[in-house]
């Protein structure tokens, strides 16, 4: 999926958490629960019971008094990838699921390399199917490969799909939505990870066709996943309401993610995966 010198720039990078989870096993984000780990956080009185190994007398022979260190835990997290692999994920060129499938494996390998644990779900043909959680970089290649073997079709139902993937969860973390959300039950999916606490950010990926279309004339538009037919005479005033349509659709989205303090973005696959990771992801403080 990705050559080893575009590898080692993905290990430059690093995914921002909003809030520090609780982990199963210790890795590189800081975590707020008290333990003997291996950054000090803070002191506090010493009360009768208390390790004395954790006394810090330094502080003692200055002051006088005792207290005990408070160190933070670094533990690992769980990165939750939910992508949409429906039938309209394989229009344009690139098509949009080769441009999500290959920006997920880039997010999850810089999960992996931060030691973090990752684990997703696909929605498509009107079903859910998941991936085990891995966590060390040596599994990076069972990433890609998971990725490689999806054929996107049928419906994603997203609003159910999520909402069953939540419910199912057994750590709650950060969750990153990809896909070009035209299934009209998103917010009903995006509410169910709002829900459960889920620190989400959505990666709305369309294709500049369907932003910006060039069509002229009378034609037959086909849904590529109900197979519904319309008839459309495509001139410049229809194109400009379509456009203005959707930069609404898109306003209403990152509206309804803001309100939830989620993290929305806005791609369209005519930017290079390279610009998107290294620049444009980086200023809306998905990676640093």
């Known amino acids: 999926m990705f050559d080893e010198a575009f590898l080692r720039r993905l ?27 291996v950054e000090f956080a803070d002191y506090r009185d010493y009360v009768p019971g208390d390790d004395l190994r954790m006394v810090d007398w330094n ?17 690992d997290t769980t990165v939750h990838f939910l992508l949409d692999a429906s039938e309209s994920m394989r229009f344009g060129q690139p098509r949009k699921w080769d441009y999500a499938m290959r920006l997920a494996g880039a997010l999850g390998y810089i999960a992996l390399v931060g030691m973090d644990r990752i684990t997703a779900a696909v929605m498509h043909e009107g079903r859910l199917t998941t991936m085990p959680p891995i966590r060390t970089k040596r599994q990076a290649l069972a990433w890609f490969d998971w990725l ?61 066709e369907e932003v910006n279309p060039d069509l002229e004339g009378d034609l037959e538009l086909i849904d590529s996943e ?12 229809l194109l ?15 509206d309804f993610c803001a309100q939830r303090e989620m993290n929305y973005v806005a791609i369209e696959t005519s930017v290079s ?15 640093r």
């Open 11 to 37: 290990e430059q990078l690093a995914l921002v958490a909003r809030q520090v989870r609780h982990g199963r096993t210790q890795g590189e984000r800081r975590s707020p629960k008290r333990g003997r780990s």
């Open 59 to 75: 502080v003692y022979a200055r002051l006088g008094r005792l207290f005990v260190k408070l160190f933070a835990e670094e533990e």
């Open 148 to 208: 490689q073997a999806i054929r996107p079709g049928g419906e994603a139902h997203l609003g159910p799909a999520m909402r069953e993937y939540a419910a199912r969860a057994q750590a709650i973390g950060p969750a990153v939505v990809i896909g070009d959300l035209l299934d009209p039950s998103w917010d009903e999916g995006l509410s169910a990870l709002f829900t459960w606490r889920f620190e989400v950010t959505v990666l709305h990926v369309l294709s500049p």
């Open 226 to 237: 109900t197979g519904q037919a319309v008839e459309i005479t495509a001139d410049y005033d």
């Open 240 to 254: 400009m309401r379509y456009r203005d349509r959707v930069e609404a659709w898109r306003t209403q989205i990152k």
């Open 273 to 287: 995966l390279e610009a998107l990771l290294f620049s444009h992801l980086r200023v809306r403080a998905v990676l």
